[in-house]
């Protein structure tokens, strides 16, 4: 069996950070989310990996690099623009030839990872097998129908009028028979070769397609909403881990982790926490759920339940939260001037300010 991870999407929902930054590379407690699912395919005993990338193709490349540190072996296939999940398929036949595989969306998150459902497929080898969770508002999911036996007989694309409340999570496991559906696609209505389309295909002609609905948590990390929770979910997990130097006269409280050559003076931190490698905790605060990415500098400042992307500046901020901070971001106290706001926002930038 092979797996196709995706990584080739925009990230229009994280903009401004994915003006600069693959949305698949955005750190959860200081490691990249594609990392998580890459770990998972490993851990399910999978070792050919295809990585559909686009645009920030350069950027995913020299993280993951051949995959040996993985224990994978990684071959890059380019997709040249968003078209759709069927369409990543489409791209990636030469690669998947005749091979069983697991189709993994590289910026979803889910605990527990993945051994079950594909030792599953591996035994009972439908030619299809999904995964299912209840959602609040299936209209922003690929929604599937079943039948009362369990049995998937229909799926939708973010239907208008959604018939459950089972979405699809991001991971899809095939046969080759796949193939034959996506070849008969045509664009949806969003201009894409859908794999809900693809799947419907397959039961439509009769084609045995399974699902499970999965108990564990699961997050497409596409928001900064999204991507906080699932920050707090890792943090959770940690352990006490104190590799850097932190002063007499700081306080560590709870699950806190500092890596080699962080420094923490005069601050507190109040885990779960973990400041990145290279970072300096100065005079300040640091709460729950936050985690600090290498050569960060936070100094006189107060943070919580926030993410921070290596070598950003926070200096004399008496509080931030809820925040996704980027790369090499400079955040400091506004001057003294009277009912006024000073900004220098990118595009699709979101501000609070109370005034």
Same mark, same amino acid.
């Given at each position: 069996?092979?797996?196709?991870?995706?990584?080739?999407?925009?990230?229009?929902?994280?903009?401004?950070?994915? !003006?600069?930054? &693959?949305?698949?590379?955005?750190?959860?407690?200081?490691?990249?989310?594609?990392?998580?699912?890459?770990?998972?395919? #490993?851990?399910?005993?999978?070792?050919?990996?295809?990585?559909?990338?686009?645009?920030?193709?350069?950027?995913?490349? &020299?993280?993951?690099? /051949? =995959?040996? #540190?993985?224990?994978?072996?990684?071959?890059?296939?380019?997709?040249?623009?968003?078209?759709?999940?069927?369409?990543?398929?489409?791209?990636?036949?030469?690669?998947?030839?005749? +091979?069983?595989?697991?189709?993994?969306?590289? +910026?979803?998150? %889910?605990?527990?990872?993945?051994?079950?459902?594909?030792?599953?497929?591996?035994? +009972?080898?439908?030619?299809?097998?999904?995964?299912?969770?209840?959602?609040?508002?299936?209209?922003?999911?690929?929604?599937?129908?079943? /039948?009362?036996?369990?049995?998937?007989?229909?799926?939708?694309?973010?239907?208008?009028?959604?018939?459950?409340?089972?979405?699809?999570?991001?991971?899809?496991?095939?046969?080759?028979?796949? !193939?034959?559906?996506?070849?008969?696609?045509?664009?949806? *209505?969003? =201009?894409?070769?859908?794999?809900? /389309? #693809?799947?419907? *295909?397959?039961?439509?002609?009769? !084609?045995?397609?399974?699902?499970?609905?999965?108990?564990?948590?699961?997050?497409?990390?596409?928001?900064?909403?999204?991507?906080?929770?699932?920050?707090?979910?890792?943090?959770?997990?940690?352990?006490?881990?104190?590799?850097?130097?932190?002063?007499?006269?700081?306080?560590?409280? =709870?699950?806190?982790?500092?890596?080699? =050559?962080?420094?923490?003076?005069?601050?507190?931190?109040?885990?779960?926490?973990?400041?990145?490698?290279?970072?300096?905790?100065?005079?300040?605060?640091?709460?729950?759920?936050?985690?600090? &990415?290498?050569?960060?500098?936070?100094?006189?400042?107060?943070?919580?339940?926030?993410?921070?992307?290596?070598?950003?500046?926070?200096?004399?901020?008496?509080?931030?939260?809820?925040?996704?901070?980027?790369? /090499?971001?400079?955040?400091?106290? &506004?001057?003294?001037?009277?009912?006024?706001?000073?900004?220098?926002?990118?595009?699709?930038?979101?501000?609070? %300010?109370?005034?």
């Amino acid at each position: 069996m092979k797996a196709l991870v995706l990584a080739g999407g925009s990230g229009t929902r994280l903009r401004p950070i994915t !003006h600069t930054s &693959a949305k698949q590379l955005v750190p959860v407690a200081n490691k990249p989310v594609l990392f998580y699912g890459l770990e998972a395919i #490993a851990a399910a005993g999978i070792r050919e990996i295809g990585i559909v990338v686009g645009d920030t193709q350069a950027e995913i490349e &020299a993280a993951v690099g /051949d =995959g040996s #540190a993985l224990g994978l072996q990684v071959t890059y296939l380019r997709q040249q623009a968003p078209l759709g999940l069927a369409h990543a398929v489409l791209i990636a036949r030469d690669y998947l030839g005749e +091979d069983d595989f697991v189709m993994y969306l590289g +910026d979803n998150f %889910i605990v527990g990872g993945i051994g079950d459902v594909v030792d599953r497929f591996t035994r +009972d080898r439908p030619d299809a097998q999904i995964m299912l969770t209840q959602v609040g508002d299936p209209r922003q999911f690929g929604v599937a129908e079943l /039948d009362g036996d369990g049995r998937v007989v229909g799926l939708e694309e973010k239907p208008a009028e959604p018939k459950s409340d089972l979405a699809l999570v991001g991971v899809y496991l095939f046969t080759p028979l796949i !193939h034959r559906a996506v070849a008969e696609l045509k664009p949806s *209505w969003r =201009g894409e070769l859908e794999i809900t /389309d #693809a799947i419907q *295909w397959l039961i439509e002609r009769g !084609h045995r397609v399974e699902s499970s609905v999965i108990s564990g948590y699961w997050k497409d990390t596409g928001n900064v909403t999204d991507m906080l929770e699932v920050n707090r979910l890792v943090l959770e997990s940690l352990e006490t881990r104190l590799e850097g130097r932190v002063d007499d006269v700081s306080e560590l409280i =709870g699950r806190v982790v500092v890596e080699p =050559g962080a420094v923490v003076e005069r601050s507190r931190i109040v885990g779960p926490a973990i400041i990145g490698a290279g970072a300096r905790i100065l005079d300040s605060y640091v709460g729950p759920f936050t985690s600090i &990415a290498a050569d960060c500098v936070v100094d006189g400042s107060e943070i919580e339940y926030s993410i921070v992307l290596p070598r950003a500046s926070i200096s004399g901020v008496s509080r931030i939260e809820a925040s996704l901070i980027g790369h /090499d971001v400079e955040v400091t106290p &506004a001057p003294n001037t009277p009912r006024a706001h000073r900004l220098v926002l990118g595009d699709h930038s979101k501000v609070q %300010i109370s005034s």
